[in-house]
């Protein structure tokens, strides 16, 4: 089997060593030879092009985007699913190769580290963060107060307002303690501020806790690892409007009130209708306010089946957001929500609509991925 040109001159990534595969290296200069099998099998039993078995002319895949990011200063990471890790060779191919960053898409929820009271189940999380470090990745953990993905024990509880508080301190410390010192920036608390009327989210938390529980959990999360970097991370908050006002106000007054806030996320799951034209004033006002910038969960969502056109379209808008993020010396990272449209949450989310991710199904790259690493490769050095 043809040895693609990427493979000759970077390691292995670490699941190449695994009982799966048997890798032949031979060490010199350039040349690592990697038995793979020829197609990866999902626990489905479909078999797929592993992203391993194309050339770099074919796959488009070069050095990849970590190595080029790296020269930028930002960071470019992605989502990771908990399934796709477990069961896909490609999967972890690319995601070992292509990112300096990985994000816990589901890993590190509520329902799933601690489903029944006092349970705890590390095992994906587990499963990510050793991935990260034995591929030498930061981890983002994602996320530790959010009004989604509680497990039901939370969620339809009938506990009072001091022992929710309780709770969620409990949860917080827990969690960023397990983990203190290898998870390098929290998304503390998601989704805050409601989608109309410019104020907080009425959830759980905020219901019960009244607005404190921002700061609260902020701190709560610092005392556990005063190491780790404290983002809040929201959605539809990318350009000046009633939202991004909104949380405004409230990093303005946590940082004020000398709250351990670090950055903030802008998850930035877009269309192409999506009007970006306030983006870069947008970032510049938060990073303005001592703040770190990460775009945390970038995707840019087509009517399904998308065009050509709309792949070129769709490229537009990653590079644009990547060169907003270029432009603000405070951004420091640039996650996708995901990779491969063959785990996209969009789908799922928004039906007759998908393709949003930097490659297809079958590990193929689309316009947004060469023109984001055309991006980085042009970007000079911060
Ligand atoms: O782990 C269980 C598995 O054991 C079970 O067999 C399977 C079927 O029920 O469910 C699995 O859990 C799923 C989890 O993803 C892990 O894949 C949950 O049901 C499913 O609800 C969950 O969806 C995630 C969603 O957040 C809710 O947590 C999506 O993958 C994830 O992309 C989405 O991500 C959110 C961000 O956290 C916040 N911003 C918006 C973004 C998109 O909604």
């Given at each position: 089997m043809r040895v693609p040109m990427r493979l000759r001159a970077i390691r292995p990534p670490v699941w190449a060593l695994s009982g799966a595969t048997v890798v032949v290296a031979l060490v010199s200069a350039t040349v690592v030879v990697t038995l793979l099998s020829g197609a990866a099998t999902t626990t489905a039993g479909a078999t797929e092009a592993t992203h391993s078995n194309l050339t770099e002319r074919?796959?488009?895949?070069?050095?990849?985007?970590?190595h080029r990011g790296r020269a930028s200063g930002v960071k470019i990471g992605t989502a990771a699913q908990p399934a796709a890790m477990a069961e896909n060779g490609a999967y972890q191919a690319v995601l070992s190769q292509e990112f300096d960053s990985v994000t816990s898409e589901s890993q590190m929820k509520w329902d799933i580290?601690?489903?029944?009271?006092?349970?705890?189940?590390?095992?994906?999380?587990?499963?990510?963060?050793?991935?990260?470090?034995?591929?030498g990745q930061i981890v983002r953990g994602h996320t530790l107060v959010w009004h989604d993905a509680l497990p039901g024990w939370v969620a339809n509880g009938t506990f009072s307002p001091e022992q929710l508080r309780d709770l969620l301190r409990e949860h917080i410390q827990?969690?960023?303690?397990?983990y203190k010192g290898r998870v390098a920036a929290w998304d503390v608390i998601n989704e805050p501020i409601a989608d109309t009327g410019g104020k907080l989210r009425?959830?759980?938390?905020?219901?019960?806790?009244?607005?404190?529980?921002?700061?609260?959990?902020l701190r709560w999360a610092h005392e556990a690892d005063p190491g780790a970097k404290l983002y809040i991370n929201d959605y539809g908050v990318e350009a000046v409007n009633a939202k991004s006002d909104a949380?405004?106000?409230?990093?303005?007054?946590?940082?004020?009130?000398?709250?351990?806030?670090?950055?903030?996320?802008?998850?930035?799951?877009?269309?192409?209708?999506?009007?970006?034209?306030?983006?870069?004033?947008?970032?510049?006002?938060?990073?303005?306010?001592?703040?770190?910038?990460?775009?945390?969960?970038?995707?840019?969502?087509?009517?399904?089946?998308?065009?050509?056109?709309?792949?070129?379209?769709q490229a537009g808008l990653y590079t644009?957001?990547?060169?907003?993020?270029?432009?603000?010396?405070?951004?420091?990272?640039?996650?996708?929500?995901?990779?491969?449209?063959?785990?996209s949450w969009v789908p799922y989310a928004y039906p007759g609509w998908g393709d949003a991710c930097l490659f297809d199904a079958t590990y193929q790259p689309k316009p947004a991925y060469q023109q984001l690493r055309q991006l980085l490769v042009d970007s000079p050095r911060r």
């Open positions: 074919e796959s488009g895949v070069g050095s990849g985007l970590r580290v601690e489903p029944a009271r006092g349970a705890y189940d590390w095992t994906s999380s587990e499963a990510l963060v050793r991935f990260a470090e034995a591929n827990t969690v960023v303690g397990r009425p959830s759980l938390w905020m219901t019960a806790l009244g607005p404190g529980y921002i700061a609260d959990a949380l405004y106000n409230v990093v303005r007054g946590l940082r004020r009130d000398g709250v351990p806030v670090d950055g903030v996320g802008f998850q930035s799951h877009l269309a192409l209708s999506t009007n970006l034209t306030t983006l870069d004033a947008n970032l510049r006002r938060f990073a303005d306010l001592g703040l770190d910038i990460a775009i945390t969960e970038m995707d840019v969502r087509l009517p399904l089946p998308a065009t050509p056109a709309q792949h070129v379209a644009r957001v990547l060169q907003a993020c270029l432009a603000v010396a405070r951004c420091v990272s640039y996650t996708v929500w995901g990779f491969t449209d063959r785990y």
